[in-house]
């Protein structure tokens, strides 16, 4: 079994700062390639709490690629690699890492935005924030 975790800065105006992830993958095999695959997880993830809205009508998509709203503000995305279990003998104790590494994201970006204005979030893309401005539905 994996673990990740999640923490997101925000700065004084509410934009990202950092966000600091880590990630338990065992033994990485190719150290570079799991930084690179928490921080693209990271950074896909921070479009989907964010910016990204895919509304379907009917199982029909109403909104076109350029209009979905990509994400294109990357903060500083530092990758902790958690080297736990280094001497299971499967796989030479390598666990992986894939979409865990963009799991923890959403709920790291709600918590901070609560932590910084106080209103709870609960639909995604997170509203009220510089980087969508939708009214917080109660």
């Known amino acids: 079994y994996g673990y990740a975790t999640q923490i997101v800065i925000l700065d004084d105006n509410g934009m990202l700062k ?20 928490i921080e693209g997880g990271v950074v896909m993830s921070l479009g989907y709490a964010l910016t990204e809205d895919y509304p379907l009508v009917d199982s029909m998509p109403k909104v076109k690629y350029g209009t979905l709203g990509l994400f294109r503000a990357t903060p500083e995305v530092k990758a902790l690699i958690v080297q736990k279990d280094a001497h299971n003998p499967m796989a030479y104790g390598a666990k992986g890492v894939g979409e865990i590494a963009s799991i923890p994201t959403a709920p790291a970006v709600q918590d901070a935005y609560y932590m910084f204005d106080k ?11 510089p980087y969508n401005k939708k009214k917080i539905e109660e």
Do not use: M
């Open 18 to 37: 950092k966000v600091v992830a880590a990630n338990d993958v065992g033994t990485p095999i190719n150290p570079v390639n799991v930084e690179g695959q």
């Open 119 to 129: 209103k709870f979030r609960t639909k995604l893309p997170l509203g009220e924030t």
